[in-house]
């Protein structure tokens, strides 16, 4: 039985974010969805510590955004390995909310430890529903800073 952690993976506010912080200047480029650019900022220590869990085995990483139908920009972009997408399909921000919690539950009635870090869609419901079906570790970073060192290191103490 896989009892390593799957990590539901957000990109904006989580990854994406208007001062990551970290120490340094935050990297930028753009990724586009229905034609629109949209600016990337990252804080590129952060994305190292995503790359060395994924490589580790740590946790099972996968996309958990409205993003991705956009993975393979995505990894292109931050330099990450492939993740699997929740899903591949276009999907509205409200349609994008719901299949989150959705893959959120799949995951822990498939008996597997449970990390989702998003800054947005988590529903407070969450808090108290999830944790009945299994091991969770829910964050949800501020917006304009996305995950920061402390996330990480939580990140690695519950998949350890």
Request: hydrophobic share 45%; net charge neutral; glycine share 8%.
């Amino acid at each position: 039985m896989v009892t390593r952690p799957v990590w539901l993976l957000d990109v904006d506010g989580v990854l994406n974010a208007n001062r990551p912080g970290w120490g340094a200047a935050p990297r930028r480029g753009m990724a586009y969805a229905d034609g629109i650019g949209y600016v990337m900022r990252w804080a590129p220590a952060l994305l190292d510590r995503i790359r060395a869990i994924h490589r580790a085995g740590t946790a099972e990483i996968r996309w958990c955004t409205t993003w991705c139908a956009q993975a393979g920009q995505l990894e292109r972009l931050f330099a990450l390995p492939h993740l699997q997408p929740c899903w591949t399909e276009e999907l509205t921000p409200q349609e994008a909310a719901v299949a989150k919690l959705a893959a959120a539950r799949r995951v822990l009635t498939d008996g597997r430890p449970l990390i989702w870090t998003d800054d947005a869609d988590i529903p407070p419901s969450a808090h108290e529903e999830l944790p009945g079906l299994g091991r969770v570790l829910l964050i949800a970073p501020r917006p304009n800073r996305g995950l920061q060192p402390d996330d990480l290191d939580a990140v690695e103490r519950f998949a350890g």
